[in-house]
């Protein structure tokens, strides 16, 4: 006998590939009821409030940030004015130091013509208890007074 060609028994045959079978799935009787008419308008209100709850909480949240920017702008202002007025105070401040300044007051002294007292001019006097002045008052004080320490005893004598 001769060689074959082809040796038949030498090949591996592939197997041609299969499909998997796929689970037997069974039917059952049941799954989502339906609704009844007020069952599914409650259903339907419930989403409502809850679509209303969150409009609600987002206007909340918007409203809330845009109070908190009104009164960051507000506080940035004041900040801002405060160290404007601290800046004035701080001028003034250093104005009426330089002015209240002991050179500056004998300065001017000197150019008006002022001197210092001399203690010889100082002359003490005394004066007794008789020898003191008073001022006379005018007629709408002496009413005015009148009128206030009678009210004065009228309510010392009601306690």
Not at 16 to 37: F, H, I, S, Y
Not at 72 to 80: G, P, V
Request: charged content about 20%.
């Amino acid at each position: 006998m001769g060689q074959a060609a082809y040796d038949y028994n030498a090949v591996r045959r592939r197997k041609a590939p299969q499909t998997q079978r796929k689970a037997n799935l069974r039917v059952a009787k049941g799954g989502k009821r339906r609704l009844t008419p007020l069952q599914a308008a409650v259903h339907n209100a419930m989403n409502l409030v809850a679509a209303a709850l969150l409009v609600g909480f987002a206007i909340s949240l918007l409203w809330s940030e845009s109070q908190l920017v009104e009164l960051n702008d507000q506080i940035q202002d004041a900040k801002a004015q405060l160290v404007s007025e601290q800046s004035q105070y701080t001028y003034y401040n250093s104005t009426l130091n330089s002015k209240t300044n002991i050179t500056s007051v004998e300065e001017t002294a000197g150019r008006l013509g002022l001197m210092k007292i001399d203690q010889s001019q100082i002359t003490y006097i005394r004066l007794g208890e008789s020898d003191t002045l008073e001022r006379t008052q005018s007629a709408v004080r002496q009413w005015t007074d009148f009128i206030y320490n009678g009210a004065v005893n009228i309510l010392g004598t009601i306690r």
